[in-house]
């Protein structure tokens, strides 16, 4: 790591900056101290209550009872909408540009408002209740803000659902949330691409009685299958209803959304995030991290099926009364100079995307970039999976003019905001280190029995004492949340990243140690694909590991063994990948299929999954003790199958 340069604070982002070092160091003791206190203040500033809490915090990792804002009452969509009203109606909340370069809006908080009011009383009208759980599953436009903004003005609870999943997935996640009810749009275009989402909806509702309405936004000119007795058009149902609808009162501890993220197993969890801590939280991080002032431009370029888009998106800016940039579209469509393009168009001053999004152009030329100004822009930011040093130096220096700090923000679905990242204006930057914890985040790196590691050492990363934006639990199975986070360490909860900790206390991340891989930053299990692969009837097992890309960060490399009598051969492979397409989604479909005629197992039955990914990455150095194996003669079978 040694020959990595830092480098310094920039000298126009010192005088400009929320935070300065000092300022970062005093806070942060204050946090960890008196939480309570520390996180009281943050509430109180960045929140309007309808109602104060009695006591900000109780609880602990160990009896997983960790509670914020004890009988607080407060409403999101009031937070993030109607109190800017008095004193910003008519500054704009959400740029909107679609996924051609000439589709574009912009909604300023008095428009949302009234959007959101509407589509708040449709959902009424359809018969959703607070606590009912509301399946949203759009590209990203508007309305997805205002479907999301409208459940928590009415107390649903909504779970997005990523535009990129298959009618298999989407099942799933509608029985397992129990969703009475599903917005969706017609269709939509992903650059060239036409994403059937209606159609989706409709072959996922076969296997989902109880879903009772689909409100379905007209977004092309496409015709689509209706169903007359549970359709209904998005743009006539909001003409159909007033524009008055008063927030619900909510207390700090009630739902705000359920969604779905992989972990080990190969069924997702719902990940729940309640009201007043999840909200306090993204405000607080929003604030400080991205250094807001009055007239940034913040884009994110996460979708809102995802967490980013979620927190950073749509809660964190339009809670701190910001501008949110909304994309429809891809980098490269239609051409890729698209991102840039955008940030010259709408003055963009904040940027905050992903390391496989600056791998896919840095590869396409420097040129595509140098064409573009640029100039508005003030800070990058970097999110899901490690950004590697010289893709960090590329975004600093080709995108940012060597003049915008960049952000490198290691956080999780489970975590709710950002935990550990440099503080822009305050942090020296080391490329490919998320840096320093944010506000009352305690990590510490321990090692496989729980002892803490000093500086320098690698080990699992944990999370030392509760924070407000932590998940609350995942729906309908508490048991597996104490069991994935807190059981095996008690007292801390456990991130599944491998991390390290530098004698300047800055922390780097090394990736998963577990059986969940980062495909293009997309959070996908092993064994949700394996599963997939197993839906095919010619197989009889299949491993599946990551292995190292280019562009993605991680691809997804399959080890599959047929059915005897069952030959290998390429429209196999091809009926492989589809039926992963079909469980899962494309973001899930491996990039390469071994065939094997036996895993590597131990004698407990165990696959050697350790073996198989050094296989699949030709890393054959060290392939470490295999004496455990009940048949070693299979490693050698798999390396010439890997060779060939
Ligand atoms: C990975 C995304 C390195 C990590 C917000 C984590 C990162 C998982 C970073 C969570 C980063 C996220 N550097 N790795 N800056 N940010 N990760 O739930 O492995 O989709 O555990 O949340 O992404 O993924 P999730």
Not at 79 to 98: K, Q
């Given at each position: 790591m040694s020959n990595?340069k830092?480098y310094p604070?920039?000298?126009?982002?010192?005088?400009?900056?929320n935070?300065?070092?000092?300022q970062?160091?005093?806070?942060?003791?204050h946090s960890?101290i008196?939480?309570?206190?520390?996180w009281?203040?943050?509430?109180n500033?960045?929140?309007?209550w309808?109602k104060?809490?009695?006591?900000?915090?109780?609880?602990?990792f160990?009896?997983?009872?960790?509670?914020w804002?004890?009988?607080?009452?407060?409403?999101v969509c009031?937070?993030?909408?109607?109190r800017?009203?008095p004193?910003?109606?008519?500054?704009v909340?959400l740029?909107w540009e679609?996924?051609?370069p000439?589709q574009?809006l912009?909604?300023t908080?008095a428009?949302l408002?009234?959007?959101?009011?509407?589509?708040?009383n449709?959902l009424k009208?359809?018969?959703?209740?607070k606590?009912d759980?509301?399946?949203i599953?759009l590209p990203?436009i508007?309305?997805a803000?205002v479907?999301m903004?409208?459940?928590a003005?009415?107390g649903?609870v909504?779970?997005?659902?990523?535009?990129g999943?298959?009618s298999?997935a989407i099942k799933?996640?509608l029985l397992?949330a129990d969703?009475k009810?599903?917005?969706t749009?017609?269709d939509?275009?992903r650059?060239?691409?036409?994403i059937?989402?209606k159609?989706n909806?409709?072959?996922a509702?076969?296997e989902c009685?109880?879903?009772?309405s689909?409100?379905v936004?007209k977004?092309?000119?496409?015709?689509i299958?209706w169903n007359?007795?549970r359709?209904?058009w998005?743009h006539?149902?909001i003409n159909s209803v007033s524009?008055?609808c008063p927030?619900?009162e909510m207390?700090?501890?009630?739902p705000l959304?359920?969604?779905?993220?992989?972990?080990?197993?190969?069924?997702?969890?719902?990940?729940l995030h309640?009201?007043g801590?999840y909200l306090t939280?993204?405000?607080?991080?929003?604030k400080?991290?991205?250094?807001?002032?009055?007239?940034?431009?913040?884009?994110c370029?996460?979708d809102?099926?995802?967490?980013t888009?979620?927190?950073?998106v749509?809660?964190g800016?339009?809670?701190?009364g910001?501008?949110?940039?909304l994309?429809e579209g891809i980098?490269?469509?239609?051409?890729?100079?698209?991102?840039?393009?955008?940030?010259d168009?709408?003055k963009?001053?904040?940027i905050?995307?992903?390391?496989?999004?600056?791998?896919?152009?840095?590869?396409?030329?420097?040129?595509w970039?140098t064409?573009?100004n640029?100039k508005?822009l003030r800070?990058?930011?970097?999110?899901?999976?490690p950004?590697n040093p010289?893709?960090?130096e590329?975004?600093y220096?080709?995108?940012?003019h060597e003049?915008c700090?960049?952000v490198?923000?290691w956080?999780?679905t489970?975590?709710?905001?950002?935990?550990?990242s440099p503080f822009?204006g305050a942090a020296?930057?080391k490329p490919?280190?998320a840096s320093w914890?944010f506000f009352?985040?305690?990590?510490?790196i321990?090692?496989?029995?729980?002892?803490?590691?000093?500086?320098?050492?690698k080990?699992k990363l944990v999370?030392?004492?509760p924070w407000?934006?932590m998940?609350k639990?995942?729906?309908n199975?508490p048991d597996?949340?104490f069991?994935?986070?807190?059981?095996?360490?008690p007292?801390?909860y456990?991130?599944?990243?491998d991390a390290?900790?530098?004698a300047d206390?800055y922390?780097w991340?090394?990736?998963?140690n577990?059986?969940?891989l980062?495909?293009?930053?997309?959070r996908?299990?092993t064994a949700?694909?394996e599963?997939a692969?197993?839906a095919?009837?010619?197989v009889s097992?299949?491993?599946?590991v990551?292995?190292?890309h280019?562009?993605k960060?991680?691809?997804?490399?399959?080890?599959?063994t047929l059915k005897m009598?069952?030959?290998p051969?390429e429209?196999?492979?091809k009926e492989?990948?589809?039926?992963?397409?079909?469980?899962?989604?494309?973001?899930?479909?491996?990039d390469?299929i071994?065939?094997a005629?036996?895993l590597?197992k131990?004698?407990?039955?165990k696959?050697?999954?350790?073996l198989?990914?050094?296989?699949?990455?030709n890393?054959?150095?060290?392939?470490?003790?295999t004496t455990?194996?009940?048949?070693?003669?299979v490693?050698?079978?798999?390396i010439?199958g890997?060779?060939m």
């Amino acid at each position: 790591m040694s020959n990595i340069k830092n480098y310094p604070i920039a000298p126009k982002f010192t005088q400009q900056a929320n935070i300065s070092e000092l300022q970062y160091h005093q806070m942060y003791t204050h946090s960890i101290i008196e939480p309570d206190n520390f996180w009281g203040q943050q509430a109180n500033q960045l929140i309007s209550w309808f109602k104060p809490w009695e006591k900000v915090s109780t609880g602990d990792f160990t009896h997983m009872d960790t509670t914020w804002f004890i009988n607080g009452k407060l409403n999101v969509c009031y937070n993030c909408i109607d109190r800017h009203l008095p004193t910003r109606a008519n500054h704009v909340a959400l740029l909107w540009e679609g996924n051609e370069p000439q589709q574009s809006l912009q909604l300023t908080y008095a428009e949302l408002f009234e959007k959101i009011c509407r589509f708040s009383n449709v959902l009424k009208k359809q018969g959703v209740q607070k606590g009912d759980r509301v399946a949203i599953y759009l590209p990203m436009i508007p309305e997805a803000v205002v479907a999301m903004l409208a459940c928590a003005r009415i107390g649903a609870v909504h779970s997005v659902i990523f535009g990129g999943f298959s009618s298999d997935a989407i099942k799933n996640r509608l029985l397992d949330a129990d969703c009475k009810i599903v917005i969706t749009a017609s269709d939509c275009y992903r650059g060239n691409k036409i994403i059937p989402l209606k159609h989706n909806i409709d072959t996922a509702l076969l296997e989902c009685p109880d879903v009772k309405s689909v409100i379905v936004v007209k977004h092309t000119e496409n015709v689509i299958e209706w169903n007359d007795h549970r359709d209904y058009w998005y743009h006539e149902e909001i003409n159909s209803v007033s524009v008055d609808c008063p927030c619900e009162e909510m207390d700090a501890q009630d739902p705000l959304f359920i969604l779905y993220t992989s972990g080990s197993t190969g069924k997702p969890k719902g990940i729940l995030h309640v009201t007043g801590g999840y909200l306090t939280y993204v405000a607080t991080t929003f604030k400080y991290i991205f250094d807001y002032h009055d007239n940034d431009i913040f884009w994110c370029t996460a979708d809102v099926g995802w967490i980013t888009g979620h927190s950073y998106v749509v809660y964190g800016p339009l809670c701190n009364g910001a501008t949110s940039l909304l994309f429809e579209g891809i980098p490269n469509y239609p051409n890729p100079s698209r991102y840039w393009e955008i940030v010259d168009k709408y003055k963009v001053t904040i940027i905050y995307t992903s390391p496989t999004a600056i791998r896919a152009l840095r590869h396409e030329g420097d040129h595509w970039v140098t064409d573009t100004n640029r100039k508005s822009l003030r800070l990058l930011g970097s999110v899901g999976e490690p950004i590697n040093p010289d893709v960090w130096e590329w975004y600093y220096t080709v995108i940012g003019h060597e003049h915008c700090p960049i952000v490198d923000t290691w956080w999780q679905t489970e975590t709710g905001g950002i935990m550990i990242s440099p503080f822009p204006g305050a942090a020296i930057l080391k490329p490919g280190a998320a840096s320093w914890p944010f506000f009352g985040i305690k990590p510490a790196i321990i090692d496989d029995h729980g002892n803490k590691l000093p500086a320098d050492q690698k080990g699992k990363l944990v999370i030392t004492q509760p924070w407000p934006g932590m998940a609350k639990t995942i729906y309908n199975n508490p048991d597996r949340f104490f069991n994935a986070y807190f059981k095996d360490y008690p007292g801390y909860y456990l991130t599944g990243d491998d991390a390290r900790c530098d004698a300047d206390g800055y922390y780097w991340i090394l990736g998963r140690n577990d059986d969940v891989l980062k495909v293009s930053g997309h959070r996908i299990s092993t064994a949700e694909v394996e599963n997939a692969i197993l839906a095919d009837l010619s197989v009889s097992e299949a491993a599946v590991v990551p292995i190292q890309h280019e562009i993605k960060g991680e691809a997804i490399y399959a080890f599959v063994t047929l059915k005897m009598g069952i030959k290998p051969n390429e429209s196999l492979k091809k009926e492989i990948i589809q039926k992963v397409r079909e469980n899962i989604g494309a973001i899930a479909a491996p990039d390469h299929i071994q065939w094997a005629d036996a895993l590597p197992k131990t004698r407990s039955g165990k696959i050697m999954r350790r073996l198989l990914r050094k296989i699949a990455d030709n890393d054959l150095t060290d392939l470490g003790d295999t004496t455990t194996l009940t048949d070693p003669s299979v490693i050698d079978r798999l390396i010439r199958g890997r060779q060939m």
